[in-house]
């Protein structure tokens, strides 16, 4: 049933030039940065003599294209996200998947799920780029795997946080500006707090929690944050979509 | 099993403070249409969306063929098509696309769902407007298009709220044909404020106002009081009320519009000849005397008006 969901998500993503159109872009600007990691590399290591200021491929044009994903991705995700539930609000389409027999938790999670496997989409293209580079030298599989993984769980965090959003309200537009502000404050939260290093509030910020995963480092730390980042919103969601019902 | 499809036992739904439907409890056997009347803002679609389970009831319950929509809402859902009063379209789908997404959402197993799909266009008119999209459509194909997505999973009952709304007369037709069609085979409620709607397609009907239901019965004892027992009289020189109660069987005698006089006479007991022959000798001047048939509109505004006084 959940498969129901994500299938249908995705066929609504595809069905208008949305889904091509953003996907094209992410891919030209990732490829962009992929080029001209490479191509810097050689410039910048051609004048590094000494053998400790010498870094890997991968370390080096991972770093560009990862670190500006992640970026990317705050701009993209609520783009995608703002019309999950909102858009369904306002044309009044809820009804057909709460009359249907699906409980709120499978439509939401069908909802995250199906946008999530888009997001996969970028991410394995992002992944195959970089990997590519194999052909011609050794590159390091357990760094991008280490940035991969991080990215997806950012990429979820995201999502789960643009999906609660959008069911507040039943203006996508809204939904879209709501959701990229909360991330971005929660991206820069570790920057207005630098000076205070064992800070709570900066322990919050999703991109002090991203950077391990970007070193290269898996910590369950981080992972568990992702994790309870993205069950705390689906779970809001969930019963924001249930007082739908209750309250009328 | 009993043939009882849909059992609503005192549905309350309680808005800030003011009761949108008060205590409504009705059953619905199988094979049967029933119409739920009632003037804007009655309560009709409040009573439809708890029925559907996408409205919690505060108070009461729905049995949908003997399942607890509380308890186990996605069993009882499964029995359900439902037909909101906007209808639930993608609009960026086709039909054929909408329709496949409705049948798996309801259910429907794979191999089966492009049959489900075609049985469910040809029966709403809808077969050459396969690879169309939704957004494209004109209301009354949408609106079929909705009621596809009803029946898509064969339900044991079909709720349609306002089904004819925005259709054209050839197509209202061909809805009401559906839904007598439906009608055999699942139990249908459906809404309307189109009364001769009711009276054509429905087998039972049912009147709520202001949350309340006032009227509960088959659609032939709403006929009867329609045509009742009264006697439209137009007389060019009126005789004075007396003269006609003094007539064998007339009970009462009042002024109606346009100079003519409604007569009100017991059960069984006809005195047309005997007012013709009385107007006869009498000179009374008759130009016309007709049974006189209250309207399913004066029926429908008595019953709520009475409620109200």
């Known amino acids: 049933m959940i498969f129901n969901i994500i299938r249908k998500e995705l066929k609504s993503l595809f069905s208008s030039p949305m889904g091509w159109v953003v996907l094209a872009l992410l891919q030209f600007v990732f490829g962009t940065f992929f080029l001209i990691g490479v191509d810097q590399y050689f410039q910048t290591m051609s004048g590094a003599m000494r053998p400790e200021q010498r870094i890997g491929i991968t370390a080096f044009v991972g770093q560009s294209v990862f670190g500006i994903a992640s970026f990317v991705m705050l701009f993209a995700v609520p783009l995608l996200s703002m019309r999950l539930i909102s858009e369904e609000r306002r044309q009044q389409t809820l009804t057909f998947l709460f009359s249907a027999p699906l409980s709120i938790t499978e439509v939401v999670l069908g909802k995250f799920l199906g946008l999530v496997s888009f997001l996969s989409i970028v991410i394995v293209f992002i992944a195959a780029m970089v990997s590519s580079m194999n052909l011609w030298t050794e590159v390091d599989f357990g760094y991008i795997f280490s940035n991969v993984l991080g990215l997806w769980l950012l990429v979820a965090s995201f999502s789960a946080l643009g999906i609660y959003v959008s069911s507040l309200t039943s203006q996508p537009v809204v939904a879209g500006i709501i959701t990229f502000i909360a991330l971005f404050a929660l991206l820069i939260l570790d920057h207005f707090l630098a000076g205070d290093p064992t800070s709570t509030m900066a322990y919050l910020s999703l991109m002090r929690h991203f950077e391990p995963f970007s070193r290269g480092l898996l910590d369950t730390k981080d992972f568990a944050y992702f994790i309870l980042f993205i069950i705390t919103f689906l779970t809001l969601t969930i019963r924001r979509l249930d007082a739908d019902r209750l309250r009328g | ?309």
């Open chain 2, 1 to 309: 099993m009993s043939t009882v499809t849909v059992e609503a036992s005192n549905l309350t739904r309680i808005y800030g403070g003011r009761e949108a439907v008060s205590d409504v409890s009705f059953n619905l056997n199988k094979g049967e249409v029933l119409g739920f009347l009632g003037p804007n803002g009655a309560g009709k679609s409040t009573t439809m969306k708890m029925i559907t389970g996408n409205l919690a009831p505060s108070a009461g319950g729905v049995k949908i063929c003997g399942i607890d929509m509380i308890e186990n809402p996605k069993e009882a859902k499964a029995l359900i098509g439902y037909l909101p009063e906007s209808p639930p379209l993608y609009r960026e789908f086709t039909v054929d696309e909408y329709l496949a997404v409705a049948a798996r959402l309801h259910g429907v197993k794979g191999a089966h769902v492009k049959k489900a799909v075609e049985r469910a266009k040809e029966r709403c008119g809808l077969t050459e407007m396969s690879k169309r999209l939704i957004e494209n459509l004109s209301k009354g194909y949408q609106q079929r298009v909705g009621i596809a997505q009803a029946i898509i999973h064969n339900p044991m009952v079909v709720i349609l709220d306002e089904p004819t709304v925005g259709l054209d007369p050839i197509q209202i037709r061909d809805i009401r044909a559906l839904i007598k069609e439906l009608g055999g085979e699942h139990s249908v409620i459906l809404s309307t404020h189109i009364l001769p709607e009711v009276e054509i397609v429905c087998d039972h009907v049912q009147i709520i106002h202001k949350g309340k239901l006032v009227f509960s019965g088959g659609i032939d004892v709403l006929k009867q009081q329609r045509t009742g027992n009264k006697l439209l009289l137009g007389l060019a020189n009126p005789p004075a009320h007396e003269a006609l109660l003094a007539i064998d069987g007339v009970v009462a005698v009042e002024a109606a519009n346009e100079g003519l006089l409604r007569v009100r006479f017991n059960e069984g007991q006809s005195p047309a000849e005997a007012i013709v022959q009385a107007a006869v000798s009498n000179g009374w001047g008759l130009r016309q005397i007709n049974p006189d048939q209250t309207s399913l509109e004066d029926v429908f505004v008595q019953l709520t008006y009475q409620e109200a006084a």
